[in-house]
T-cell receptor, first 115, second 114 residues
Framework: GAVVSQHPSWVICKSGTSVKIECRSL??????MFWYRQFPKQSLMLMAT?????????EQGVEKDKFLINHASLTLSTLTVTSAHPEDSSFYIC???????????FGDGTRLSIL | GENVEQHPSTLSVQEGDSAVIKCTYS??????FPWYKQELGKGPQLIID?????GEKKDQRIAVTLNKTAKHFSLHITETQPEDSAVYFC?????????????FGSGTRLQVQP
């Protein structure tokens, strides 16, 4: 168990476009989901923590108006990159956790390329 | 905040040999230490984790040791196989704080030579 699905896996779009990425916990209910960003050959950097039914908590330096996070249900969180620009190109990965004392399980990421 | 350092950054071993990856952490409040394996183009996969109330945990060819006093923990892979080749990340967090976010190490690229 503990499968996390992320969609789409890959997206290319023009500068100025808004892109929505979905993260779903398929076989469990996730009280908390996390969004990370990963540059090539680097580690994962936490962007924000999302609890179901409440506003996301953003890490320092992450623009909340740029990266909109919605966690409307216990199995779905979405990240919308608004007015994306080439510097937003990256690998975005979500993770989900049943409860505070449970491990985080990751999706397979979304590779975002902004032209 | 927490700071996790991981070494080495790259590791090449012959098939059948053992591989050891080491991490140190700075926050004495951290009490949960997972290890993730990330293959190219994929998300990280949890392979083993340890909590601070134990010093060692083993799962088949994989083991993790924790030294709370020294604030370091290690991943041991025995009888390595080519399919073990991947990037491995250690992480640390506290289960006692409201945030409970993971802080990741910088990763180790393991190459198992057949």
């Amino acid at each position: 168990g503990a499968v996390v699905s992320q969609h789409p896996s890959w997206v290319i779009c023009k500068s100025g476009t808004s892109v929505k990425i979905e993260c779903r916990s398929l076989d469990f209910q996730a009280t908390t989901m996390f969004w990370y960003r990963q540059f090539p050959k680097q580690s994962l950097m936490l962007m924000a923590t999302s609890n179901e039914g409440s506003k996301a908590t953003y890490e320092q330096g992450v623009e909340k108006d740029k990266f909109l996070i919605n966690h409307a249900s216990l199995t779905l969180s979405t990240l919308t990159v608004t007015s994306a620009h080439p510097e937003d190109s990256s690998f975005y990965i979500c993770s989900a956790r049943r409860t505070a004392n449970q491990p985080q399980h990751f999706g397979d990421g979304t590779r975002l390329s902004i032209l | 905040g927490e700071n996790v350092e991981q070494h080495p950054s790259t590791l090449s071993v012959q098939e059948g040999d053992s591989a050891v990856i080491k991490c140190t952490y700075s926050d004495s409040a951290s009490n949960y230490f997972p290890w993730y394996k990330q293959e190219l183009g994929k998300g990280p996969q949890l392979i083993i984790d340890i909590r601070s109330n134990v010093g060692e945990k083993k799962d088949q060819r994989i083991a993790v040791t924790l030294n709370k006093t020294a604030k370091h923990f290690s991943l041991h892979i025995t009888e390595t196989q080519p399919e073990d080749s991947a990037v491995y990340f250690c992480a640390a967090s506290s289960m006692d704080t409201g945030r409970r976010a993971l802080t990741f190490g910088s990763g180790t690229r393991l190459q198992v030579q057949p």
